[in-house]
């Protein structure tokens, strides 16, 4: 079974930065490598959005929300995948999730961003 855990989130101030990671469990480097992935992340009372995203070759696409502020990357050989967030607004605060984007898995817990004014 594939695990998602991901960490790095808290509490900072507006224009501050978080780096976010995302450990894939439970699959081998070669399935992962295969899997282009992304970030999500869910405030109260909103739906769940993507904001970047990342394929096997390292392409990366962004939210309009987000472009120029985060940057997805990728280690292969870790299962892992990052989100830089620079110059974090109060807009951004959510709980921040990673998974496939074209196999789901099971959605992990996710990280805690909070940004304050």
């Known amino acids: 079974q594939v695990q998602l855990v991901e960490s790095g989130g808290g509490l900072v101030q507006a224009g501050g930065s978080l780096r976010l990671a995302c450990i894939v469990s439970?699959?081998?480097?070669?399935?992962?490598?295969?899997?282009?992935m992304g970030w999500y992340r869910q405030a109260p009372g909103r739906q769940r959005e993507l904001v970047a995203a990342?394929?096997?070759?390292?392409?990366?696409n962004y939210a309009d929300s987000v472009k120029g502020r985060f940057t997805i990357s990728r280690d292969n050989a870790k299962n892992t995948v990052y989100l830089e967030m620079n110059n974090l607004k109060p807009e951004d605060a959510a709980v921040y999730y990673c998974?496939?984007?074209?196999?789901?898995?099971?959605w992990g817990k996710g990280t805690l961003v909070t940004v304050s004014s």
């Open positions: 998974n496939g984007l074209d196999v789901d898995y099971t």
């Open positions: 439970g699959i081998d480097t070669g399935i992962f490598y295969i899997n282009a």
């Open positions: 990342i394929t096997t070759g390292g392409d990366t």
